[in-house]
């Protein structure tokens, strides 16, 4: 998506800016790195349809709660599985990831734009709490978070969240399902099933409606 100046100026002028904030995170082999930001963006073009404003670039980068295990810092779902897992290229020292997005909100701040919605797509603890402590520093700025008190627990990559990435982008379904993985897949062993097999388009719509639902409450206060 490009914005000419003119446009942008006309967004500022609204005073609203959606920041989608996701990470390249290991998703198994049945979803993208991806994952997150891509549901991010979905999100902030919904709610911008109800409440227009400019949508800024997916930011990729966040934070994590981390432990040492044998000698290794193990992030996020290194974590849970013991070991370090390929396509996390997103991790920042919690107070680091903090002090960008305050910066980023007051530069935003300086061009107009009075309300930032932080739309999080990368929910993990240590995101999450970085995120309310920005939040709580920045004046204007608010957190959404589309997971937080669903009907449905939505786990890393589970069928839940795949649904809801094939719901966001439905052709991502036909590659997903097309892609021969072995049953030592690190996420299968996990969870100890095959987790495209519960997941539709279908049952990823009605959790994204919800989550928009959920969404909109926050930034229509």
């Not at 960008?100 to 935003?108: D, R, V």
């Not at 709490?129 to 669903?150: C, E, I, Q, S």
């Not at 892609?179 to 997941?199: S, V």
Request: proline content about 5%; charged content about 30%; glycine content about 8%.
């Amino acid at each position: 998506m490009t914005t000419y100046l003119k446009d942008f100026e006309k967004m500022a002028k609204r005073g609203i800016a959606y920041i989608p904030l996701g990470v390249l995170e290991w998703h198994g082999n049945h979803l993208p790195i991806e994952t997150d930001f891509l549901v991010a963006v979905k999100l902030c073009e919904e709610l911008s349809k109800k409440k227009p404003g400019y949508i800024l670039p997916p930011i990729y980068l966040g934070t994590d709660k981390q432990r040492i295990v044998k000698g290794q810092k193990l992030i996020g779902m290194d974590r849970h599985l013991g070991k370090k897992l390929p396509g996390n290229t997103y991790f920042l020292e919690p107070a680091l990831f903090e002090k960008m997005i305050i910066g980023l909100g007051k530069t935003l701040n300086a061009q107009g734009f009075r309300k930032v919605y932080l739309v999080a797509g990368h929910t993990g603890t240590g995101q999450i709490n970085a995120l309310k402590r920005a939040v709580k520093k920045m004046p204007g700025m608010a957190l959404v978070d589309p997971y937080d008190k669903l009907k449905t627990e939505v786990k890393h990559a589970d069928e839940f969240e795949t649904s809801i990435l094939w719901a966001c982008h439905p052709e991502e379904e036909k590659i997903s399902r097309r892609r021969k993985i072995p049953a030592t897949d690190d996420c299968f062993r996990f969870y100890g099933r095959d987790l495209r097999k519960k997941a539709s388009v279908a049952l990823g719509r009605k959790i994204l409606k919800e989550m928009i639902g959920n969404c909109l409450k926050i930034i229509k206060k």
